[in-house]
């Protein structure tokens, strides 16, 4: 497992930006998928973003497409969340996550670790 750290989460008027970091610890983060989730209060946990291992491979959820994108720094050990366009809807705590699937997946069963979460509040 990695440890993982996210920040950069806010409040934000709809239309606006953010960007959401997730810093990892440990040798091993270039072997690992990374994916964002979100859970909004009374909701499940719903799958956001992921990225394979090399940063080739991409898959995102329906709400976020056009909006949001994923990318990673395996020198530095982070994976970002770039949210443009943000909605009200888009209002949750932002769960940064590692699987061993390398080419990435939109399951939570498949990641085993997981950050604390940061709150994104986008108002209207």
């Known amino acids: 497992q990695v440890q993982l750290v996210e920040s950069g989460g806010g409040l934000v008027q709809a239309g606006g930006s953010l960007r959401l970091s997730c810093a990892a610890s440990?040798?091993?983060?270039?072997?690992?998928?990374m994916g964002w989730f979100r859970q909004a209060p009374g909701k499940e946990r719903d799958f956001v973003y992921a990225?394979?291992?090399?940063?080739?491979?991409?898959l995102y959820a329906d709400s976020v497409k056009g909006r949001f994108s994923i990318s990673r720094d395996n020198a530095k050990n982070t994976v970002y969340l770039q949210m443009n366009s943000l909605k009200p809807e888009d209002t949750a705590v932002y769960y940064c996550?590692?699987?061993?699937?390398?080419?990435?997946?939109?399951?939570?069963?498949?990641?085993?670790?997981w950050g604390q979460g940061t709150q994104v509040t986008v108002s209207s």
């Open positions: 440990g040798r091993t983060f270039s072997s690992y998928a």
């Open positions: 990225i394979s291992w090399n940063g080739g491979r991409r």
């Open positions: 996550a590692g699987s061993t699937v390398i080419d990435g997946s939109s399951s939570p069963a498949d990641f085993d670790s």
